[in-house]
């Protein structure tokens, strides 16, 4: 092979593995800032993050010592928190809304519902999949059952 040849597979390689690297990177930093956001939330609240999941626009986290969730989801232009007492939660549950379309059962919004013991206060509807906002499901389904099961072990 001539000198000609190897580099311009070597360029090649490089044009054709940089979009993945640079996505890599990108999607690495963007995890790094959540839990940058789920600390910090933590900290003012004298918490500290014991469990924790980065999926998509949203982070979860949860001191299982002290009893607190956080949850954070990312807008287009700020970040939307929302900081339990699991203390004071009784009941921990999935609230999925489906419709139907020519008899296909379709996902609307996935959320957890988190009951509290006060019914004065108004139950905390945790959001993890609008159609609406997101158009595909990207492991949301399976996310929000073991957060489930990870609540529910928390309360108990």
């Not at 311009?8 to 956001?37: D, H, N, W, Y």
């Not at 990312?74 to 900081?83: P, W």
């Not at 004065?120 to 489930?148: C, M, P, S």
């Amino acid at each position: 092979m001539d000198l000609g040849t190897i580099l311009t597979g070597m360029v090649c390689v490089v044009i054709c593995a940089s979009p993945f690297v640079l996505i890599g990177i990108g999607r690495k930093k963007k995890e790094k800032q959540f839990l940058t956001v789920l600390k910090n939330i933590a900290k003012k609240h004298e918490s500290e993050i014991t469990q924790y999941e980065i999926c998509g626009s949203y982070a979860i986290g949860v001191d299982e010592t002290k009893k607190t969730l956080i949850f954070v989801e990312k807008t287009e232009d700020a970040y939307k928190e929302q900081f339990v007492d699991l203390n004071s939660v009784i009941d921990c549950k999935t609230a999925n809304v489906y419709r139907s379309i020519k008899g296909n059962k379709i996902i609307q919004r996935l959320a957890l519902q988190l009951s509290f013991a006060d019914r004065l206060k108004h139950e905390v509807v945790l959001e993890f999949y609008n159609a609406d906002v997101n158009y595909q499901l990207n492991g949301e389904f399976e996310t929000i059952e073991r957060w489930n099961k990870t609540i529910n072990n928390v309360l108990n």
